[in-house]
């Protein structure tokens, strides 16, 4: 019989990922409401710190998939060690964080495991009366949001949007068993191999770990203003800069910078909105920030039905006048 929740636990340079920490902590809230256990699965090559830190971190059982061939993130191997770890430990639902492996290893993991899976998560709670997962999730470009329940499949699996969850508190105290598995990967080249891993460059901070975005559109008529107007701000604020994708494909800056459906998928405290005219797909990335600034001169920009604050005006008058007043706030 399916009992527990299983959460992916999404190891980054030796310990575990910020997004595992928040599915650690929603899977921990949703166990308790199910008077279940809370289990992680901890996939990579030496990561033993990592089964510990789940431990803290609120999981009661750590089931850990250890090999070389699993230092780096393989579709194939992941979802191998994954599928395996879940046929031992027979659990009722299954989280995985949307990051950029969760994005590719769940749907991947729920065709393995023959599930359901409800995607782009923002809310799950539990029903009183079914005992079913009910998982919330933005659909029409963030325009409405559906409740997504799956019945018949066992386990309920949800890939959750980072930012969404608050992250589980650790406890270096606490104490939970961690069980070591043998995973039997295909003989042979794996079908993808590791030629090289670069680092990205980034002028401060990651796009997706940031708690304040400043972006901008094709509006700014160029990539001047980007780096003129827009990165001082950024700089000021602590903020990462973001893009539309018209910008992008206009070659002003690089698609790293994308937020929308086919880009990055952010939710900061603030998301200022320079020049952007507020697309479906654009606001698909940024609409479950927790506020939303528009900046545009076009006071029937469709960015104004989703916007927290409107400011009707030109940005290049605007963010320099923003900037001032925060330098002066920050002193």
């Given at each position: 019989?399916?009992?527990?929740?299983?959460v992916?636990?999404?190891?980054?340079?030796?310990?575990?990922?910020?997004?595992?920490?928040?599915?650690?902590g929603?899977?921990?809230?949703l166990?308790?409401?199910?008077?279940?256990p809370?289990?992680?699965?901890v996939?990579?090559?030496?990561?033993?710190?990592?089964?510990?830190?789940?431990?803290?971190h609120?999981?009661?059982?750590?089931?850990v998939?250890?090999?070389?061939?699993?230092?780096?993130?393989?579709?194939?191997?992941?979802?191998?060690?994954?599928?395996?770890?879940?046929?031992?430990s027979t659990?009722?639902?299954?989280?995985?964080?949307?990051?950029?492996v969760?994005r590719?290893?769940?749907p991947?993991?729920?065709?393995r495991l023959r599930?359901g899976?409800?995607?782009?998560?923002?809310?799950?709670?539990?029903?009183?009366?079914?005992?079913?997962?009910?998982a919330?999730?933005?659909?029409?470009?963030?325009?409405?949001?559906?409740t997504?329940?799956?019945?018949h499949?066992?386990?309920?699996?949800?890939?959750?949007?980072?930012?969404t969850?608050?992250p589980?508190?650790?406890?270096a105290?606490?104490?939970?068993?961690i069980?070591?598995?043998?995973?039997?990967?295909?003989?042979?080249?794996?079908a993808v191999?590791?030629?090289?891993?670069?680092?990205?460059?980034?002028?401060?901070?990651?796009l997706e770990?940031?708690?304040?975005?400043?972006?901008g559109g094709?509006?700014l008529?160029?990539?001047e203003d980007?780096?003129?107007i827009?990165n001082p701000?950024?700089?000021v604020?602590?903020?990462?800069?973001g893009?539309?994708?018209a910008?992008?494909d206009?070659g002003?800056v690089?698609?790293?910078?994308?937020?929308?459906?086919?880009g990055?998928?952010?939710s900061?405290?603030?998301?200022?909105a320079?020049?952007i005219?507020?697309?479906?797909?654009h606001?698909?990335?940024?609409?479950?920030?927790?506020?939303?600034?528009?900046v545009?001169?076009?006071?029937d920009?469709?960015?104004?039905?989703?916007?927290?604050?409107?400011?009707v005006?030109?940005?290049?008058?605007?963010?320099?006048?923003?900037?001032?007043k925060?330098?002066?706030?920050?002193?």
């Open positions: 019989m399916a009992q527990g929740v299983l992916f636990a999404e190891v980054a340079a030796g310990g575990l990922a910020a997004i595992a920490k928040e599915m650690l929603a899977g921990r809230q166990a308790d409401a199910l008077g279940e809370l289990m992680a699965a996939v990579g090559h030496e990561v033993q710190a990592a089964a510990q830190d789940a431990v803290a609120g999981a009661d059982t750590v089931y998939a250890d090999a070389p061939a699993l230092s780096h993130y393989q579709t194939l191997s992941y979802s191998a060690a994954l599928a395996h770890i879940a046929e031992q659990p009722n639902i299954l989280l995985i964080g949307m990051g950029d969760g590719e290893l769940g991947r993991l729920a065709f599930t899976l409800a995607s782009d998560c923002v809310e799950l709670t539990i029903n009183p009366a079914t005992k079913l997962m009910e919330t999730r933005p659909v029409s470009g963030g325009n409405a949001m559906a997504v329940v799956i019945e499949s066992r386990p309920q699996m949800a890939t959750v949007r980072g930012k969850m608050e589980a508190v650790p406890d105290a606490r104490q939970g068993q069980i070591t598995v043998t995973v039997h990967l295909a003989a042979g080249s794996p191999t590791l030629v090289e891993r670069v680092q990205a460059e980034s002028a401060g901070v990651r770990d940031a708690e304040i975005v400043i972006s094709r509006g008529k160029g990539p980007f780096y003129a827009l701000c950024a700089k604020l602590g903020a990462a800069m893009a539309s994708r910008a992008v206009e002003w690089p698609s790293p910078m994308q937020v929308g459906l086919t990055k998928i952010v900061p405290k603030l998301y200022v320079c020049a005219s507020g697309a479906a797909q606001m698909a990335g940024c609409g479950y920030s927790k506020t939303i600034v528009a545009n001169r076009d006071p920009a469709p960015i104004y039905q989703r916007a927290n604050i409107g400011v005006g030109d940005y290049k008058k605007v963010i320099p006048a923003f900037q001032k925060c330098e002066e706030l920050l002193k």
